[in-house]
């Protein structure tokens, strides 16, 4: 199957500081990428979709200036937490869909945030 | 807005077959998603209905009954290494392919 690849696996950061992950299609186009938060125990929560070429489009509650996202290429979207604060801490996971494949989504295998 | 019912927990013996139930209620419907976690990873595709019925793949099943709202996903010949989160998700808009998941089911498999 497609894989996808998140950067880094874990990150530790300090209150205030700023964080970005990569997302990345190894071997397919992504024109949607996906974001997703989970806290422990918890299910995924959808952040933002993620479009090349295009502004993301947040979802209710998602504060847009908090999580910048950008899809710069077709196969490469960032998620970049601004102004870490320690309830920011959770897994975050990306998904991107393969234009190839009808319906599925194929998952980078996440990124463990800790701010401290 | 979407609701995503599954149970918390089950657990069962290596070799039984453990039915984990998940039932919806979403704005829309574009198919149904089940997928397994094993703490600290990403999620892995089992399987994906959109059209009433049986799925069968292997060890694991999946039933839809859209005019219910209701799916299950069926493992059988449990082993060990099948304890696991299993998450239910549905795609509810056409063409954004967006997934709403359920809280998801922990499955405990004893020896």
């Known amino acids: 199957g497609a894989v996808v690849s998140q950067h880094p696996s874990w990150v530790i950061c300090k209150s205030g500081t700023s964080v970005k992950i990569e997302c990345r299609s190894l071997?397919?186009?992504?024109?949607?990428m996906f974001w997703y938060r989970q806290f422990p125990k918890q299910s995924l929560m959808l952040m933002a979709t993620s479009n090349e070429g295009s502004k993301a489009t947040y979802e209710q509650g998602v504060e847009k200036d908090k999580f910048l996202i950008n899809h710069a290429s077709l196969t490469l979207s960032t998620l970049t937490v601004t102004s870490a604060h320690p309830e920011d801490s959770s897994f975050y996971i990306c998904?991107?869909?393969?234009?190839?494949?009808?319906?599925?989504?194929?998952f980078g295998p996440g990124t463990r945030l800790t701010v401290t | 807005g979407q609701n995503i019912d599954q149970p918390t927990e089950m657990t069962a013996t290596e070799g039984a077959i453990v039915q984990i139930n998940c039932t919806y209620q979403?704005?829309?419907?574009?198919?149904l998603f089940w997928y397994q976690q094993h703490a600290g990873e990403a999620p892995t595709f089992l399987s994906y209905n959109v059209l009433d019925g049986l799925e069968e793949k292997g060890r694991f099943s999946s039933f839809l009954s859209r005019s219910k709202g209701y799916s299950y996903l069926l493992l059988k010949e449990l082993q060990m290494k099948d304890s696991a989160s299993y998450l239910c998700?549905?795609?509810?808009?056409?063409?954004?392919?967006?997934?709403?998941f359920g809280a998801g089911t922990t499955v405990t498999v004893r020896a």
């Open positions: 998904s991107a869909r393969d234009p190839g494949s009808t319906y599925e989504q194929y």
């Open positions: 979403t704005s829309g419907f574009n198919g």
């Open positions: 998700a549905v795609s509810g808009g056409y063409n954004d392919y967006k997934l709403s």
């Open positions: 071997d397919f186009q992504a024109t949607t």
